[in-house]
């Protein structure tokens, strides 16, 4: 004999668990803050360029939509092509929905930064509200707040509430299909039928994981409605439930159909199983080195406190769901199941990206909603007997206790939320990226934009390897053809440009262009062609190098909300004073400056200019100056290399720049390298320190093998801090097989502290 299923509490008019006025307006009130918080997250820097990182792929999905309305094309083409492309072009790893929707957005709107964000900054706003809309109606008002106060505090939700990726859209519309099955079996109406189906459907369009998740909810709809006993579950309008699953069923059915039709016919049926087979590689490896491996990108996305909470709160869903048997309490079980498949399952995606368990945020809100509900009913019983079926509404105050018990963690899940949020920002949602360095993007993306109108219109680009080139980077150009990865020209491009960073170009191969063509240079990045401007025309059969530097300035407060928030505004302008060090360093004729040199950095090359030019009282003067202006390091190298000192800039972009006396050129190719380690964690904060040592610091654009004896030289480095106190260290190092120089009386150290971050 089954033992006898407890009551449930009195349902109002509309079908919902009845509660108190107080209760719905202190739950109504959080929720209100939690999505305007949220959806203030989410839009911050929408109108801001589309950088480097995992963010990119924003930029790549209006690159597909514009070729969608370009070539009027139902698949998505990640690149811009002279023509229109082939379906063998198409991308077919992905369902094509969140493409459509971009390109819906962009055919009302037209093309701006804002359209790639749009679509995922409106959805995630929508999904507190429809968080709340669950809870309240499975449980009571609090717990809905729970729910949706949940969900918006975790570090991952925040770090890519603006991603027109994947997860968002699955998570919103899954769950607005989640909250039409709720009212369904609460009123058998048939609008909330629809609004299930609608919800899901959309859910299997925009990914994969939406499919595993309607195929669990038809399981269980299955079991309760055929297999189990009818008092199991209690009563329920058999009719409709049968509409609502097969009409789901179908849904799921014809929508597998149609990507399948269409990766069939674009020939890529196989180039799909082969990605899945690729993502689900390295299964062999235990779950338990898996997970410990991923330790920290777990403990920064999710925090400890929310990990534990997970935890119990599956535990008490499944026992409610057995012992209670509440239907409705399957539902933050099948969203585990969910995103426990595709953390799992896929074991190669969640190695490369962080946001790969972003599900389980969604998990995580609806259990809230059962443990505030869990927790107010304890209250209510200790307070006094329960209500009987039909009684009055239950008071608030057991209900307002278990929500703010349970709001207090979440504090503390914000304290690691917000800098989180923050730092993917800075780092395009790739965050440590496991120490390797990382790239905003945004001075070269500056760069790009400039550069586009000043080419002839539809000219192709081409980029050296060094350039990384990103989806953000093709956006960036304007709808260009752009050839990545390319090597350097024999002769000048006759229409477009050819593309390079001096960071990561060899000397040898700066040389060789620096001799071969006319180059206009904008900061470390070079382009060669026939439309690639210069401040003014050069002498009658000159060639040379003409130069532009970033002039940089911080944002105002809307600026900083609304564009940017982690980079400069930034400028591109005429810069005498890079031109005379750039043909110095190639040998080409150099006019020095006219006028003084009014910023630390030309103060630096005024100083070169007066070495060269044989005046060493200028240059001492100077470098007094200069020295004055910085933090002094003092450390020296065997081959005469000093680093004077740095200074450093704390802004949206903060920036550490250290100044180097040079002993003369490097005998092989070596580099300032700068890196950093987190040596203890950030007050208050439960996440573990981060324990990878990460690259910071970029090659100089003038490389070491091209340096004078004596000259000043000064290396840029953007701090992007990461949680806690960093310290960052320099050191030359080779990069081929050649000796790098070692420190002078550094006691053995191979490197030198250059700054220190709490």
């Not at 969640?350 to 909603?369: E, K, S, V």
């Not at 450390?635 to 903060?654: I, Q």
Request: proline share 8%.
């Amino acid at each position: 004999m089954l033992p006898s299923r407890p009551a449930p509490r009195p349902a109002d008019l509309r079908g919902l668990p009845a509660a108190s006025r107080l209760e719905t307006r202190a739950a109504l009130a959080v929720t209100a803050v939690a999505t305007a918080w949220f959806a203030l997250a989410a839009a911050w820097e929408m109108f801001g360029p589309l950088l480097a990182g995992h963010y990119a792929s924003s930029a790549g999905v209006g690159i597909i939509a514009e070729n969608m309305l370009r070539w009027e094309i139902l698949g998505p083409v990640w690149e811009y092509t002279a023509s229109r492309p082939a379906p063998a072009m198409y991308y077919c790893h992905h369902p094509w929905g969140i493409f459509w929707t971009t390109a819906a957005f962009m055919e009302v709107f037209g093309r701006h930064d804002v359209i790639c964000r749009l679509p995922a900054v409106l959805l995630s706003a929508a999904t507190p509200p429809l968080l709340y809309a669950i809870g309240r109606s499975v449980y009571r008002p609090a717990a809905g707040a729970a729910a949706a106060a949940s969900f918006v505090v975790l570090p991952i939700t925040l770090a890519f509430a603006n991603l027109n990726a994947l997860e968002v859209p699955v998570m919103a519309w899954t769950l607005l299909g989640l909250w039409g099955y709720v009212r369904l079996t609460q009123t058998s109406r048939r609008r909330y039928l629809a609004v299930s189906a609608l919800g899901l459907a959309l859910g299997m369009h925009a990914d994969w994981p939406a499919f595993v998740l309607t195929s669990g909810l038809l399981t269980f709809g299955a079991i309760r409605a055929y297999l189990l006993p009818k008092r199991f579950f209690g009563p329920m309008n058999d009719r409709r439930y049968a509409q609502w699953w097969v009409l789901t069923a179908f849904v799921a059915a014809l929508t597998a159909a149609l990507y399948l039709a269409l990766f069939h016919q674009a020939g890529k049926l196989g180039d799909l199983l082969g990605s899945y087979g690729f993502r689900s590689s390295g299964n062999a490896e235990p779950l338990a080195k898996v997970l410990a491996s991923r330790r920290y990108w777990i403990e920064l996305s999710f925090t400890p406190i929310a990990i534990a909470a997970g935890k119990l709160a599956a535990i008490v869903c499944a026992a409610r769901l057995v012992l209670l048997r509440r239907e409705h309490d399957a539902l933050p079980l099948l969203y585990l199941a969910t995103a426990t498949v595709q953390y799992v399952v896929f074991r190669q995606g969640a190695d490369i990206h962080i946001f790969w368990p972003h599900y389980f945020g969604a998990y995580f809100a609806l259990a809230a909603a059962a443990l505030v509900e869990t927790g107010a009913a304890l209250l209510e019983r200790a307070a006094a007997a329960p209500l009987a079926h039909g009684a009055a509404p239950p008071p608030a105050g057991p209900a307002l206790v278990a929500l703010a018990l349970w709001l207090a963690p979440l504090a503390a899940v914000l304290r690691d939320g917000l800098p989180a949020l923050r730092y993917a920002r800075e780092t395009g949602g790739r965050f440590n990226e496991r120490g390797h360095l990382i790239h905003s993007d945004g001075a070269k993306t500056a760069f790009l934009r400039w550069l586009a109108p000043r080419l002839p219109e539809g000219a192709p680009v081409e980029m050296h390897e060094g350039m990384k080139a990103t989806w953000a980077q093709v956006w960036a150009l304007g709808g260009r053809v752009v050839k990545p990865t390319r090597p350097a020209p024999k002769e000048t491009p006759s229409r477009g440009a050819y593309l390079a960073d001096t960071r990561f170009l060899l000397d040898r191969d700066q040389a060789s262009l620096a001799r071969r063509f006319d180059i206009t240079a904008v900061g470390p990045f070079w382009a060669l062609g026939a439309g690639a401007p210069t401040p003014a025309p050069p002498a009658q059969g000159a060639r040379g190098i003409e130069a532009f530097s970033f002039r940089e300035r911080e944002p105002g407060l809307l600026a900083w909300y609304l564009v940017s928030g982690t980079e400069p505004e930034r400028e591109i302008v005429p810069d005498p004073f890079l031109t005379w060090e750039l043909r110095t360093h190639f040998g080409q004729p150099a006019e020095p400056p006219a006028g003084p040199p009014e910023t630390l950095e030309q103060k630096r090359i005024a100083h070169n200019i007066a070495l060269a030019a044989g005046d060493d009282a200028r240059a001492a003067a100077l470098r007094a100056e200069i020295t004055a202006a910085l933090a002094p390091l003092g450390a020296r190298f065997d081959d005469g290399t000093e680093l004077l000192g740095t200074t450093f800039h704390e802004g949206a972009r903060s920036l550490l720049t250290i100044v180097v006396r040079a002993g003369g050129p490097a005998t092989s190719d070596v580099a300032l390298t700068v890196r950093s380690r987190v040596v203890e964690r950030a007050p208050l904060s439960t996440t573990m320190a981060d324990p990878v040592d990460r690259e910071v610091g970029l090659p100089t654009a003038i490389s070491p093998q091209r340096w004078r004896a004596g000259f000043l030289y000064a290396d840029p480095v953007p701090i992007r801090k990461r949680p806690g106190t960093e310290v960052f260290w320099a050191s030359l190092r080779a990069r081929d097989r050649g000796r790098a120089p070692r420190l002078v009386d550094s006691g053995g150290a191979p490197e030198v502290e250059v700054l220190r971050l709490r």
